[in-house]
């Protein structure tokens, strides 16, 4: 095993899989600047199909990792995932990568954990605030009590 994967293997799955995503981007764009000429040539040679086969391969690995970075997103806030059974939340492939036939959020799943994700915060920041108001509060109330009994001590 390289040295980078050992390194890797010690991290969190967060940035762990922020590095994946990472690595994935890369070869998407790296994929993009070797794309076929749309010619007849390319497309009898299957240099064409080796490039859609490939991009969707790459396709599929982003939208897992993202699944996975949702995932571990809405662990940390403790809320639910949308049911995996739900074909509306998820889409299933067949990959030849992976035969399990995984599963990853759809556009309308992403949007959905998208708005979970926001009303978590929102409501984590409303309650921070809270917290943060009656800090300010009570510290003011000490600073006013101190100020009166100094002020009695002098009389």
């Given amino acids: 095993m390289k040295l980078p994967n050992r390194i890797k293997a010690l991290l969190p ?15 998407l764009r790296e994929l993009g600047k070797k794309r076929p000429p749309n010619t007849h040539q390319a ?3 299957g240099e064409v199909a ?18 996975e970075a949702f995932r571990l997103r809405t662990d940390q806030l403790s809320v639910p ?7 509306l939340m998820y889409d299933k492939v067949e990959w030849d990568v992976d035969h399990r036939e995984p599963r ?3 556009p309308i799943g992403v ?7 926001r009303e978590a915060e929102k409501h984590n920041r409303e309650v921070w605030t ?3 108001s009656i800090i300010t509060a009570l510290t003011g ?8 009994l100094s002020a009695l001590s002098k009389a």
């Fill in 13 to 27: 799955e967060g940035i762990q899989n922020k590095i994946d995503l990472g690595r994935c981007r890369k070869a």
């Fill in 43 to 45: 497309h009898e040679s």
């Fill in 50 to 67: 080796e490039y859609l086969a490939e991009s969707q391969s790459l396709h599929y690995w982003h939208e897992m990792l993202t699944t």
């Fill in 81 to 87: 995932m949308p049911d995996i059974n739900n074909d």
């Fill in 104 to 106: 990853f959020l759809s």
């Fill in 111 to 117: 949007a959905t954990v998208i708005a979970t994700i």
């Fill in 130 to 132: 809270f917290r943060i």
């Fill in 141 to 148: 109330l000490g600073g006013v009590i101190i100020g009166v």
